[in-house]
Nanobody, 123 residues
Framework: QVHLVESGGGLVQAGGSLRLSCAAS????????MSWFRQAPGKEREFVGV????????LYAESAKGRFDISRDNAKNTVDLQMNSLKPADTAVYFC????????????????WGQGTQVIVSS
């Protein structure tokens, strides 16, 4: 069992940066790829990016490419989402999830989910 807790959300002006963190409760975290998703009010959940188990491979949604960066520290059981050049369209609740690398395509297969952290980008 892996318990995930996101943090770092908040209010930021457009063009600013935020760094979200996802902390895992168990060392089993190191065996999972970690995905980030987001959900804006009234919209479906959207994939943001994924990092494989050792941090060597990442994949990003088009909306995140060039602006967002995912990194992980398996010694600390954490995965971070660095978000730069934020836009009002990035406003959403951001979730981290653990599972297989390719399971970002089928989120229902992801094994563990955090409760989310709210990001609000003002114009």
């Amino acid at each position: 069992q892996v318990h995930l807790v996101e943090s770092g959300g908040g209010l930021v002006q457009a063009g600013g940066s935020l760094r979200l963190s996802c902390a895992a409760s168990a060392r089993a975290f190191a065996g999972y790829a970690m995905s980030w998703f987001r959900q804006a009010p009234g919209k479906e959940r959207e994939f943001v990016g994924v990092v494989n188990w050792d941090g060597a491979s990442t994949l990003y949604a088009e909306s995140a490419k060039g602006r967002f960066d995912i990194s992980r520290d398996n010694a600390k059981n954490t995965v971070d989402l660095q978000m730069n050049s934020l836009k009002p369209a990035d406003t959403a609740v951001y979730f981290c999830a653990a599972g297989a690398y390719s399971d970002y395509k089928w989120p229902e297969r992801l094994v563990y989910w955090g409760q989310g952290t709210q990001v609000i980008v003002s114009s």
